[in-house]
C-alpha cells in the first residue's frame, strides 16, 4: 500500500472532537505570533537589534515543535511508551546539566545556553512526567492492581529487601515525576515543581484511586504546598501581596499593578491590535510571564474572553477525545497532556488578573517561550498519535470479536476460518 493510502487509512480515525483541537491550537499559535512581535518589537529596536529578533526565534521553535510532533506520531504511542525511562533519564540528565552548566535568569538557574537560544528542560519535564506515569498507570489497570499510594505504605511486604523492592515497585508510577520536581525545586522553580507533580497526580485519580485516598493526597499537597510557600521569603511575599498588590505598588505588588492596569486600560473593546503602550518597558516580563495583559489591552474585554473560550474548548475537546479510547495508556495520555496545556493557560490568565500568585508558568502558545511552545506542539503530536493509535487498536480488536462470533456460527457447518488477524 502506498504512503498515501496509508495515510489516509488513518484519517478515518481522526474524530471531529481531534480535528477542533488542532483549530483552537492553530487560532491560539496566530494569537501568539501577532502578540509576540507586537510585545517585542519596541524592546527588540530598544536594545539595538532587528524588531524581528524575538518573532523569529518564536517561529524557528514552532517550526521545531512541527518537526517533533511528526517525529512523534512517526515513532507511535507504543515506542514512546516503551522508552519512557529513556525520556526520564534525558531530562534528568539535562537538569542536572542545568545545575552545573546552566544560565541565571532573575535568581534562577534553569536554562542552557544552544547558540543565540535557550533550552529550558524543566518544561520537557512536565510531558516527560506524564509519559511516565501514564506509562505505569496504564500497567497497573491492565495487571489488575490497585491504583493506590498511601495503602502501600501501610501494607508493605514482609522482609528487608522484600519492603524495599515492594516500596520502589508500589511508587513506580509517581516516581518519575517526583525525582525531576526535587530537582527543579532546587532551580529554584516551585511553580513549575509543582505543575510536573500535579497532573501525574491528577491521573492517578483518573485511573480510580479510592476517594479517601485522594482526599488524603490533597490535604498532603495542600499542607506540603503552604509549608514550601512560607518557608521561603520571596514566595511568602508573593503570598500576601496577592491579597492587596496595591499596598506596595512600588515593590512586591509591582508587576500585578502594573499588570491589571494594563489589562482594565483595554476597556471592553482594546486599543486596538499593536496599539497597547504598557509592552513599550512598563510591563515586566510582557512578551512572557504577562503577555496576556499586553493582549487584554490591544483586545479588550472581548479579546480576553475568546482567548479563555479558546482554552475551555482545548480542555473539552481533549477530554472528547481520551473519553473515546479504551485503552488506558492512550486515554491517561491525552488526559494529561490536555490538562497540562489547558489548566496552564488558566492558571497563567488568573495570575495576569491577580487571582493567583505570580509565577513562571507561561501562557501555551501565546507567551514567548522556545522550550515552552515546542513541548506544547510535541504534545500535540502525542495527543494526535495516541487518538488515531487507540482507535485503531478499538477497531482491530471488534473485528476480531465479529470474525470469532462469526466462527462461532460457522463452526457447525464445517466452513474454514478466515481469521486473519
Given at each position: 500500500m502506498?504512503?498515501?493510502?496509508?495515510?489516509?487509512?488513518?484519517?478515518?480515525?481522526?474524530?471531529?472532537?481531534?480535528?477542533?483541537?488542532?483549530?483552537?491550537?492553530?487560532?491560539?499559535?496566530?494569537?501568539?505570533?501577532?502578540?509576540?512581535?507586537?510585545?517585542?518589537y519596541?524592546?527588540?529596536?530598544?536594545?539595538?537589534?532587528?524588531?524581528?529578533?524575538?518573532?523569529?526565534?518564536?517561529?524557528?521553535?514552532?517550526l521545531?515543535?512541527?518537526?517533533?510532533?511528526?517525529?512523534?506520531v512517526?515513532?507511535?504511542?507504543?515506542?514512546?511508551?516503551?522508552?519512557?525511562?529513556?525520556?526520564?533519564?534525558?531530562?534528568?540528565?539535562?537538569?542536572?546539566?542545568?545545575?552545573?552548566?546552566?544560565?541565571?535568569?532573575?535568581?534562577?538557574?534553569?536554562?542552557?545556553m544552544?547558540?543565540?537560544?535557550?533550552l529550558?528542560?524543566?518544561?520537557l519535564a512536565?510531558?516527560?512526567?506524564?509519559?511516565?506515569?501514564?506509562?505505569?498507570?496504564?500497567?497497573?489497570?491492565?495487571?489488575?492492581?490497585?491504583i493506590t499510594?498511601?495503602?502501600?505504605?501501610?501494607?508493605?511486604?514482609?522482609?528487608?529487601?522484600?519492603k524495599?523492592?515492594?516500596l520502589?515497585?508500589?511508587?513506580l508510577?509517581?516516581?518519575?515525576?517526583?525525582?525531576?520536581?526535587?530537582i527543579?525545586?532546587?532551580?529554584?522553580?516551585?511553580?513549575?515543581?509543582?505543575?510536573?507533580?500535579?497532573?501525574?497526580?491528577?491521573?492517578?485519580?483518573?485511573?480510580?484511586?479510592p476517594?479517601?485516598?485522594?482526599?488524603?493526597?490533597?490535604?498532603?499537597?495542600?499542607?506540603?504546598?503552604?509549608?514550601?510557600?512560607?518557608v521561603?521569603?520571596?514566595?511568602?511575599?508573593?503570598?500576601?501581596?496577592?491579597?492587596?498588590?496595591?499596598?506596595?505598588?512600588?515593590?512586591?505588588?509591582?508587576?500585578?499593578?502594573?499588570?491589571?492596569?494594563?489589562v482594565?486600560?483595554?476597556?471592553?473593546?482594546?486599543?486596538?491590535?499593536?496599539?497597547?503602550v504598557?509592552?513599550?518597558?512598563?510591563?515586566?516580563?510582557?512578551?512572557?510571564?504577562?503577555?496576556?495583559?499586553?493582549?487584554?489591552?490591544?483586545?479588550?474585554?472581548?479579546?480576553?474572553?475568546?482567548?479563555?473560550?479558546?482554552?475551555?474548548?482545548f480542555?473539552?475537546c481533549?477530554?472528547?477525545?481520551?473519553?473515546?479510547?479504551?485503552?488506558?495508556?492512550?486515554?491517561?495520555?491525552?488526559y494529561?497532556?490536555?490538562?497540562l496545556?489547558?489548566?496552564?493557560g488558566?492558571?497563567n490568565m488568573?495570575?495576569?488578573?491577580?487571582?493567583?500568585?505570580v509565577?513562571?508558568?507561561?501562557?501555551?502558545?501565546i507567551?514567548y517561550?522556545?522550550?515552552?511552545?515546542?513541548?506544547?506542539?510535541?504534545?500535540?503530536?502525542?495527543?494526535?498519535?495516541?487518538?488515531?493509535?487507540?482507535?485503531?487498536?478499538?477497531?482491530?480488536?471488534e473485528?476480531?470479536?465479529?470474525?470469532?462470533?462469526?466462527?462461532?456460527?460457522?463452526?457447525?457447518?464445517?466452513?474454514?476460518?478466515?481469521?486473519?488477524?
Amino acid at each position: 500500500m502506498s504512503s498515501r493510502g496509508h495515510a489516509s487509512d488513518k484519517m478515518k480515525y481522526v474524530p471531529d472532537s481531534l480535528r477542533w483541537l488542532i483549530a483552537i491550537t492553530g487560532v491560539l499559535i496566530v494569537i501568539g505570533c501577532l502578540n509576540i512581535y507586537s510585545s517585542t518589537y519596541y524592546m527588540d529596536i530598544y536594545d539595538g537589534g532587528s524588531a524581528y529578533k524575538h518573532i523569529s526565534n518564536h517561529i524557528l521553535f514552532l517550526l521545531g515543535g512541527i518537526f517533533a510532533a511528526w517525529i512523534a506520531v512517526k515513532l507511535g504511542t507504543n515506542k514512546i511508551r516503551q522508552g519512557a525511562w529513556l525520556w526520564f533519564i534525558a531530562v534528568f540528565l539535562l537538569l542536572i546539566l542545568v545545575k552545573f552548566a546552566g544560565i541565571s535568569v532573575n535568581g534562577a538557574n534553569r536554562w542552557i545556553m544552544l547558540g543565540p537560544m535557550s533550552l529550558q528542560p524543566s518544561e520537557l519535564a512536565k510531558v516527560a512526567g506524564i509519559i511516565w506515569t501514564a506509562a505505569f498507570l496504564a500497567k497497573r489497570i491492565n495487571n489488575k492492581e490497585p491504583i493506590t499510594v498511601f495503602y502501600g505504605i501501610l501494607n508493605r511486604p514482609a522482609g528487608k529487601r522484600r519492603k524495599r523492592r515492594g516500596l520502589v515497585h508500589h511508587f513506580l508510577p509517581i516516581l518519575c515525576p517526583a525525582v525531576l520536581a526535587t530537582i527543579v525545586l532546587l532551580q529554584p522553580d516551585m511553580g513549575t515543581a509543582a505543575i510536573i507533580l500535579f497532573f501525574p497526580g491528577l491521573l492517578y485519580i483518573l485511573a480510580g484511586m479510592p476517594f479517601l485516598e485522594i482526599l488524603a493526597g490533597i490535604v498532603t499537597a495542600v499542607c506540603l504546598g503552604g509549608y514550601l510557600a512560607v518557608v521561603s521569603a520571596y514566595r511568602a511575599e508573593r503570598m500576601a501581596i496577592l491579597w492587596d498588590p496595591f499596598a506596595d505598588p512600588l515593590g512586591a505588588g509591582y508587576q500585578i499593578v502594573r499588570s491589571l492596569t494594563a489589562v482594565g486600560s483595554g476597556g471592553f473593546w482594546g486599543q486596538g491590535p499593536g496599539e497597547g503602550v504598557y509592552k513599550f518597558l512598563y510591563l515586566p516580563e510582557q512578551h512572557t510571564d504577562f503577555a496576556y495583559a499586553v493582549f487584554s489591552q490591544e483586545f479588550g474585554f472581548i479579546g480576553s474572553v475568546v482567548v479563555m473560550c479558546l482554552f475551555m474548548g482545548f480542555l473539552m475537546c481533549g477530554f472528547s477525545c481520551a473519553r473515546q479510547l479504551k485503552q488506558p495508556y492512550e486515554s491517561l495520555l491525552v488526559y494529561g497532556l490536555t490538562l497540562l496545556i489547558s489548566v496552564q493557560g488558566i492558571i497563567n490568565m488568573a495570575m495576569v488578573i491577580g487571582c493567583f500568585p505570580v509565577t513562571g508558568i507561561p501562557l501555551p502558545f501565546i507567551s514567548y517561550g522556545g522550550t515552552s511552545l515546542l513541548t506544547n506542539v510535541t504534545s500535540l503530536g502525542l495527543i494526535w498519535g495516541a487518538v488515531i493509535s487507540g482507535r485503531e487498536k478499538s477497531d482491530i480488536e471488534e473485528r476480531r470479536r465479529m470474525i470469532k462470533a462469526m466462527e462461532g456460527q460457522l463452526a457447525p457447518s464445517g466452513r474454514k476460518s478466515f481469521n486473519h488477524f
